[in-house]
């Protein structure tokens, strides 16, 4: 096994921002990349450990990997600050679909179902991306770029951004274009696809990671 003894940190599905005491914003993140993902990482001989977002999912708690839920941003970010701070990864594979965006001020109740309107002032929530080589400066990180509808051109483009701005190994730039899915690894030499699937991707996802690390 190439990996064997490797430690991968993988990130997957959606976060949730409260807005009062019994509503959330989501997103419609499923979080089946980051299952798959697991799944390979494991069967490669890694030590994987799953941080895994809010909804059901069946193949949670697979033998080999060790999955810690969240369910708010909040809960992310504390886990990963914790989870890196305490333990020496070989890489991270930041595949969960972080909240942009949460209330500038949470209503410390129910909010009546009788008002007419509601609104609700949104402000940035911090880019937990940019905080995964703190305290491994030569930490291996993946990160994920989705841009619905995107083409071609515009999908390279953000991914390639996104892989500079925050000093990435690799970028899987991914849309949902022609009502598919569509994916391109970024490593800023190359580019690696387009995979039509997910499974797929995640393959070709771990032969460029065994090949690295």
Not at 94 to 99: D, E, K, L, S
Not at 154 to 176: D, I, W
Not at 178 to 200: E, M, R
Request: hydrophobic residues 40%; positive net charge.
């Amino acid at each position: 096994m190439l990996l064997k003894g490797k430690k991968i940190l993988i990130t997957a599905g959606p976060t949730w921002v409260a807005i009062d005491q019994a509503r959330v914003i989501s997103n419609l993140a499923s979080g089946e990349t980051g299952l798959i993902l697991a799944d390979k990482f494991k069967k490669l001989g890694a030590k994987v450990t799953l941080l895994l977002g809010p909804g059901n999912f069946c193949r949670v708690g697979q033998t080999g990997i060790k999955v810690i839920r969240f369910k708010y941003f909040s809960e992310l970010a504390r886990l990963l600050d914790k989870t890196l701070k305490d333990c020496a990864y070989t890489a991270v594979i930041h595949a969960a679909a972080v909240a942009d965006y949460q209330p500038k001020k949470i209503i410390q109740c129910k909010v009546s179902s009788q008002r007419k309107s509601w609104k609700i002032n949104l402000v940035p929530t911090k880019k937990l991306i940019s905080k995964l080589k703190i305290y491994q400066p030569d930490l291996f990180t993946v990160g994920f770029k989705f841009q619905p509808k995107a083409n071609k051109e515009a999908l390279l483009a953000k991914g390639n951004t996104l892989r500079r701005k925050e000093n990435l190994n690799l970028v899987v730039a991914n849309s949902n274009n022609h009502n598919g899915y569509q994916a391109y690894i970024l490593d800023g030499l190359n580019k690696y696809g387009p995979f039509f699937n997910k499974t797929k991707m995640a393959i070709y996802l771990c032969k460029l990671l065994r090949n690295q690390l």
